[in-house]
């Protein structure tokens, strides 16, 4: 059964400022391209909500590492997957407030 994806608030911002970032950097057609990625590997954490493995540092949670730069950080619910955070992987990890 595929899950219905939810974003948090954070999440939602997150996506945008690292998309408006690619585009400044790389481009349109870049950011096109992740976003098309993004949305590619959130339909398939919905059909299969843990094909990733649960956070060590953060229960309930778990971590896609989308990218070299960024990991994706979700919640299974019931009914839905909640985004939870689009995180930068070079950031300290003692730092992660949710």
């Given at each position: 059964m595929r899950l219905e994806i939810r974003y948090s608030p954070r999440a939602r911002q997150e996506e945008i400022a690292l998309l408006e970032y690619i585009v400044e950097n790389f481009g349109v057609q870049k950011a096109k391209e992740i976003y098309s990625r993004i949305e590619k590997v959130l339909g398939l954490i919905a059909?299969?909500?843990?094909?990733?493995?649960?956070?060590?540092?953060?229960?309930?949670?778990?971590?896609?590492v989308f990218s070299e730069q960024t990991s994706i950080y979700y919640r299974v619910?019931?009914?839905?997957?909640e985004v939870i955070s689009f995180r930068p992987n070079k950031k300290n990890p003692n730092h992660f407030n949710i």
């Open positions: 059909e299969n909500p843990d094909m990733f493995k649960a956070s060590k540092r953060k229960k309930g949670l778990r971590k896609c619910n019931a009914s839905f997957i």
